[in-house]
Nanobody, 119 residues
Framework: EVQLVESGGGLVQAGGSLRLSCAAS????????IAWFRQAPGKELEGVSC????????FYADSVKGRFTISSDNAKNTVYLQMNSLKPEDTAVYFC????????????WGQGTQVTVSS
């Protein structure tokens, strides 16, 4: 069974940090990129970051560049999203997903984890 399981969401004050985890199982991790998306209430799904497993290249939305860092622990089939200097506008449900490469449609999706940043 293919699974992408997010964890690490929660409530944090503006300026704080959270680290999200995405644990993958049931598919060949090395064959896919891992991307993070988020969706705030009443807004469209937004791509946040992506890591290309083939060469380790990383990509970030302008809105999070310099504050968020994506990384991968290959031994654990887990990708992390370190989120620093959080802002209230970062409040959203965060999803991890597995496209075959960054920028392509995702094949697999997680269930999401809520991140709430209070002002």
């Amino acid at each position: 069974e293919v699974q992408l399981v997010e964890s690490g969401g929660g409530l944090v004050q503006a300026g704080g940090s959270l680290r999200l985890s995405c644990a993958a199982s049931g598919f060949t991790f090395d064959d896919y990129a891992i991307a993070w998306f988020r969706q705030a209430p009443g807004k469209e799904l937004e791509g946040v970051s992506c890591i290309r497993r083939s060469d380790g290249s990383t990509f970030y939305a302008d809105s999070v560049k310099g504050r968020f860092t994506i990384s991968s622990d290959n031994a654990k089939n887990t990708v992390y999203l370190q989120m620093n200097s959080l802002k209230p506008e970062d409040t959203a449900v965060y999803f991890c997903a597995a496209p075959q490469t960054c920028g392509w449609d995702s094949v697999y999706w997680g269930q999401g984890t809520q991140v709430t940043v209070s002002s």
